[in-house]
């Protein structure tokens, strides 16, 4: 894609699969057939392959699956391919809470949403030939678990993972978010991250020890947890591993978490205009006013579910003030920090916005790493 490719650091046999079914299903689909033990990590679900109709025998199947979770006759129906590996976060077809009676329906429809000439449009930013035919599909029970949760292997360093995720599926959405290192960290605190993170955290140990995904991958775990146990519904490529060695100006610290803030090296330093609109969904004006110039990339708010934004010279991201989505590695987060690692450039997720640095002066401002240090200043 847009940096490196990871295709070539994936075993062959998974890579096979990967290429066949897509980079998430595929990759389930290898834990579990390929792995010894590695189906009680994955959720009950049926994979059609490219091309497959969902059957009578397929329904059987899926029925049951609802029926052993729960009992809720609902599930969500997920389309993939070989670009959702590295990319195409939020932006294919995906259906939450389908009545099993109308899984066929909503796959008929969705095929039809993989053809749409925005999506195709969209791949191609990100460096890839969309083939609608090539489309793998996943069909998994609504997962009613105590806690829907992200674990998010940090690129920059080997001992923490980053944890995101509401703390009940029902009712309103109730983020938390946290770091943690280490497993017994996670069952001896008492906060409610670390109490809830146990769980997954041992499931992405579990994966690790497998063998079969590269260490040089900072990967992404999504999945629900009860008080003991996790299930994987989904995995992906989240960046490239590469120890940092800027370090963050002292006078950010009351803003910033350490751990959010993510970027490689920057030997000769950057500096980018600040383009800051109110909704990440309007139109680009600082794109389109000024071609081809990086900046860094800092709406107030992200209203809704993402649609195909994509700022091409965007070096930096620095999301404002919506608290349903930051610092937590939402879709919304995690697409546009994954484009800024890709260019080489670096993304921060705090609890303010630029405007918290600057104010009125942050949509006229310049951000600053100077090789060593995250500085902010006006101009």
Not at 37 to 50: S, T, W
Not at 96 to 102: I, K, N, R
Not at 146 to 172: A, K
Request: hydrophobic share 35%; proline share 5%; with cysteine.
């Amino acid at each position: 894609m847009e940096a490196f490719n990871t295709f070539e650091s994936l075993r062959a046999d998974h890579r096979a699969l990967v290429e066949e079914m897509g980079g998430k299903n595929g990759t389930l689909l290898y834990i579990r057939d390929s792995i010894k033990g590695g189906a009680e990590y994955v959720a009950n679900q049926v994979f059609l392959r490219p091309g497959d109709s969902f059957t009578g025998a397929h329904m059987q199947e899926i029925t049951r699956y609802c029926r052993e979770s729960g009992g809720f006759q609902e599930v969500a129906i997920r389309f993939g391919d070989i670009g959702d590996w590295e990319g195409m976060i939020g932006v294919e077809p995906t259906r939450l809470d389908v009545p099993v009676h109308l899984i066929s329906k909503n796959i008929t429809e969705m095929r039809k949403e993989i053809r749409r000439a925005a999506l195709r449009n969209y791949a191609k930013k990100e460096g890839y030939d969309l083939d609608p035919e090539k489309f793998s599909i996943s069909i998994a029970p609504m997962l009613f678990e105590e806690r829907i949760m992200t674990l998010t292997e940090h690129p920059h360093d080997d001992d923490v993972q980053l944890i995101d995720g509401s703390q009940s599926y029902y009712g309103s959405y109730n983020a938390v978010n946290g770091e943690i290192q280490t497993v017994e960290m996670a069952l001896s605190g008492s906060s409610s991250v670390q109490n809830f993170a146990a769980p997954m955290l041992q499931l992405r140990n579990a994966i690790r020890e497998m063998g079969f995904l590269p260490d040089n991958h900072a990967l992404q775990y999504e999945g629900g947890t009860s008080a003991s146990s996790a299930i994987l519904t989904q995995i992906r490529f989240f960046a490239e591993k590469v120890r940092r060695t800027f370090s963050l100006d002292h006078s950010l610290d009351h803003f910033l978490s350490r751990h959010r803030v993510f970027g490689y090296n920057f030997p000769e330093g950057i500096e980018l205009p600040i383009y800051s609109p109110l909704d990440v969904h309007e139109p680009n004006k600082f794109e389109k006013k000024t071609p081809g110039v990086p900046y860094l990339f800092a709406p107030e708010v992200i209203t809704g579910d993402l649609g195909f934004e994509y700022p091409e010279h965007m070096m930096g991201w620095f999301p404002g003030k919506d608290e349903r989505v930051k610092p937590q590695l939402t879709h919304q987060n995690t697409r546009f920090v994954q484009m800024c690692l890709k260019r080489g450039g670096f993304a921060i997720l705090g609890e303010k916005g630029p405007s918290s640095f600057l104010g009125e002066d942050a949509k006229k401002g310049k951000f600053t790493v100077d090789g060593s240090a995250f500085l902010v200043e006006s101009t």
